[in-house]
């Protein structure tokens, strides 16, 4: 069926998004592909954009679409398996999955913490932190972005050094840490709220996947809590049982 069939007991709306899923699953429509727009698929059917914009709804929930705000609605492209282990490390990850990564540095600042990444630190209020923040691209697409403290006593100028090597890595071995594992993680799905939304370039109606984490050297000092919201369009999380 490639028309809406008007009568039939089923909602106009539901017959458009099982049209247009049947063309993605078939590969008429290919992923990354851009969907007509609101108006064309309303002058298609022969409806009101409203019908439309429920079935692209229907159409996301399903995972078969995306919307990038100011662009229009895509086909989805295939999720990237981000493997969260002992020795998590993104550029490893990337790497693995064979895509160009991106890291741009957004801002840095010397402060003192939040009463969490204090705890989650083992710092005492009155220590001072850097805060990093982060936006990782992979083969152009945002991923995540992310929120990473350092003890600043034990790290001095850490962010200039990141800013230079793109690496929490080999910026901690510059500071004599050569190896160092995840302490904690913690997954949740949450809202992102608007300036979040902005940034990942999506609604603030869609959840992301929030992990919290604590990496520590091998004596079991933390050295790095982060916060990275990973965009459910384009990530799906891989927890390894070394973890």
Not at 13 to 28: C, P, R, T, V, Y
Not at 156 to 180: C, K, M, N
Request: charged letters at 25%; zero cysteines.
């Amino acid at each position: 069926m490639s028309e809406i069939e008007r009568g039939r007991g089923v909602a106009l709306w539901s017959q458009i998004s099982g049209i247009l899923a049947s063309d993605i699953l078939k590969g008429q429509l290919r992923q990354g592909e851009q969907l007509p727009s609101a108006q064309e698929l309303a002058m298609r059917f022969n409806v009101n954009r409203h019908t439309v914009r429920r079935a692209i709804a229907a159409l996301e929930q399903r995972n078969l679409v995306r919307t990038e705000q100011g662009r229009g609605t895509f086909v989805q492209e295939q999720t990237l398996d981000y493997v969260i282990s002992r020795r998590t490390r993104f550029t490893q990850n990337m790497r693995n999955l064979n895509v160009d990564a991106d890291i741009r540095v957004l801002e840095d600042a010397h402060e003192l913490p939040p009463p969490q990444v204090a705890r989650a630190l083992g710092l005492d209020r009155n220590e001072y932190v850097y805060r990093i923040e982060t936006l990782d691209r992979a083969d152009g697409h945002i991923i995540d972005y992310s929120t990473s403290y350092f003890p600043a006593a034990r790290f001095a100028d850490l962010p200039a050094l990141y800013r230079r090597l793109l690496s929490v890595t080999r910026t901690l071995a510059e500071f004599g840490v050569a190896d160092y594992e995840r302490k904690h993680t913690r997954v949740s799905a949450r809202l992102p709220d608007a300036i979040t939304a902005r940034l990942m370039q999506q609604p603030t109606s869609r959840p992301l996947l929030y992990v919290e984490s604590i990496n520590a050297d091998t004596r079991g000092v933390p050295v790095q809590y982060g916060i990275t919201r990973f965009s459910g369009d384009w990530v799906q999380l891989v927890l390894m049982a070394d973890h």
